[in-house]
């Protein structure tokens, strides 16, 4: 189990710190031909980071021009629904840049969900590089933490089918509404390369010690196990 805590002052200083990293490694020079993939999550600090992220992008929006949008989770919600998580990225990060539609791949979340998990899938793998046994290799997947140590919709107490599950993308069912969702696997988490987990917000800090116990069974903890090395980005809120 091998990561790096960083640790900030408040909400605030943790998303411009990751909005400004982000950009750094969009500046990066690519050996690829394929573009950059990145995953994108929900939660409460996924607006204030989208936001951190057009101003940081201020007269560098040109750093955008190749990238191609997933999503490591959604709600089976409409797109344009409160709890969409297609829509949130829509409104706060999209349409700021000027994203162009081809390159954000939203789940059809008005599908059944084994097909949208496996539409997704297929677009994944067209456009994403992969390992040796068939995983995508995103460039970067971004997550949040529950207070429970959830991460994209990998819930704890998950069946085997789901924490050993080889598919890129699969449905779930969530603890909370609107339960029926489609997350991304553990699998893929593991053959990513790199994955940075926002930990904003009172009342995490329990599961955050047990998800970097060793011997911890979070969600989070069972990421960090499958890795090599993993960012993790947290605040010290207020109680």
Known sequence: ?????LTYPDAGA????VAARWLADLARPRRLPLPYSVALSGGRIARPLYEAVVTESAGRRSLWAEVEFFFADERQVPLDHP????RLARESLFEPLGIPARRVHAFQTGAVPEFAAAQAQAELLHRAPQTRDGQPSLDLVLLGMGEDGHVASLFPGAPPEVVESRAV?????GPKPPPQRITISYAVLAAARQVWVLISGAGKEEALARSLDPAGQTPLAHVLRGRE???????????
Not at 169 to 173: C, K, Y
Not at 229 to 239: I, M, N, Q
């Open 14 to 17: 943790l998303v411009g710190a």
């Open 229 to 239: 090395a993993t960012v993790l980005f947290a605040d010290r809120p207020r109680a």
């Open 1 to 5: 189990m091998v990561y790096d805590l």
């Open 169 to 173: 993308f699969l449905p779930v069912t």
């Open 83 to 86: 709890e969409s998580n297609y």
